[in-house]
């Protein structure tokens, strides 16, 4: 059996208030292609379907048509799993339906895990591949609160309620694991091991919900893993994998490959794992030094391999404030219409009689800031001897409960 393994789309995505259909789009047609071309048989959404809890009518467009079109390829098996992004409302109001077309789709989760548990036959009604199709996992899904308890009690046991929620699998694998059946699980967390970058969203403060590879059942022949966009492995484990998203979802991504892997079953292993790099319509560009060095950068910059018009950040370092600054890179740009630029970052001052404004020059971009940089900005200003860390954790547990209020 062949699979797909994909997650973080992200539909309706905006960056900088900028769409990104005509992206997603591509993406999606390349989907479409890949299946047929690498004779896909199961597709494994893991999670961030969409990038908040009420899609456009765009974005709902984009899912709905390319799960009409899936359906006329030769994928016989579809699962999307529910991510932090994601409303469970929103993702399983169409559930029994889409079952009809074998989509299956687990938006949150649910009291008993075996609800998770899906088996796939192929067209003789025999039994080809188990998946435990694991969503997001909510606070509330894996643990009660607990009066006065600790940041670090906290801390535990979110981490042991993720892992029980996966060990509680493990009772109904065995009759599975003794026919050769491979079985693969999904999961939409931070793991141990992985890196992040600056446009996931964190699910959890510092380590919260943070688990090690360690922690999945040896019975899972592979974990399809989202919510960080970076596609990697987990602490060097060649099952565990995250595929990353399909388009830079910000700045921080621009040096990324972003790929799918395409995972070959045989004798109830994994038999092969293969890479495949989703080509890129529009490039995110970042030009950053010097006024001399910008503007030569933009001057020789080549979007010709792209379809799309570049989308640019910019940053120079100067040595003293320079007035006609944007004047002088706006007559840069004008002779580039192949880039748009989105960000113009205040200038880095290298002088030693700088402002203290001058100074405070990391990412104070109010595109870029969210809420809880604020709020970490005005810890750090308010207690910069203390330890807030207890403080931090309260309002990121708030920012959650106010998440699932607006799905509810």
């Not at 643990?143 to 109904?172: C, D, M, N, T, W």
């Amino acid at each position: 059996m062949r699979v797909l393994h994909t997650s973080d789309w992200h539909l309706g995505q905006r960056l900088v208030n900028l769409e990104r259909t005509e992206e997603h789009q591509y993406f999606l047609n390349w989907l479409l292609q890949t299946i047929e071309q690498e004779q896909v048989e199961v597709l494994i959404m893991a999670g961030d379907v969409f990038d908040n809890g009420a899609p456009s009518n765009t974005a709902l467009k984009l899912y709905y048509d390319f799960l009409r079109r899936v359906c006329a390829t030769c994928c016989r098996h579809i699962i999307i799993t529910g991510g932090n992004h994601d409303s469970v409302s929103t993702l399983n109001a169409p559930r029994e339906l889409l079952e009809c077309f074998n989509i299956y789709v687990i938006g949150g989760a649910t009291p008993d895990p075996l609800d998770e548990l899906i088996e796939l036959r192929n067209t003789q009604g025999q039994l080809e591949l188990v998946v435990c199709a694991v969503p997001f996992l909510r606070d509330r899904d894996i643990r009660l609160s607990v009066a006065g308890e600790s940041y670090e009690e906290r801390e535990q046991r979110i981490k042991e309620g993720i892992a029980a929620h996966y060990e509680a699998f493990v009772p109904h694998l065995h009759q599975y694991k003794e026919q050769g059946i491979p079985v693969v699980a999904t999961g939409h967390l931070f793991a141990a091991g992985s890196t992040a970058c600056d446009s996931e969203k964190e699910i959890h403060v510092g380590n919260l919900g943070q688990i090690g590879a360690e922690q999945f059942p040896k019975e899972f022949d592979y974990v399809a893993l989202g919510h960080l966009h970076r596609p990697q492995q987990v602490n060097k484990r060649h099952h565990i994998r995250y595929s990353g998203s399909p388009i830079p979802l910000s700045f921080s991504e621009v040096t990324d490959r972003k790929v799918n892997y395409v995972l070959d079953f045989e004798g109830g292993k994994l038999a092969d794992l293969k890479e495949l790099e989703i080509p890129c319509c529009r490039k995110l560009v970042r030009f950053k030094g010097s006024l001399e060095k910008v503007k030569q950068q933009l001057a020789v910059y080549d979007n010709s391999d792209y379809t799309l018009t570049a989308w640019a950040e910019i940053q120079v370092e100067l040595d003293t404030p320079l007035p006609d600054l944007n004047q002088q890179l706006e007559e840069v740009l004008s002779l580039k219409p192949e880039i748009q630029l989105l960000i113009h970052r205040p200038p880095l001052i290298k002088a030693a009689t700088q402002t203290l404004e001058q100074q405070v020059h990391e990412e104070m971009d109010l595109h870029t800031l969210r809420e809880k940089d604020v709020f970490l900005k005005r810890c750090e200003s308010a207690y910069p001897d203390s330890d807030y860390s207890e403080l931090v954790a309260t309002f990121s547990e708030l920012l959650e409960l106010m998440e699932q209020v607006e799905e509810s």
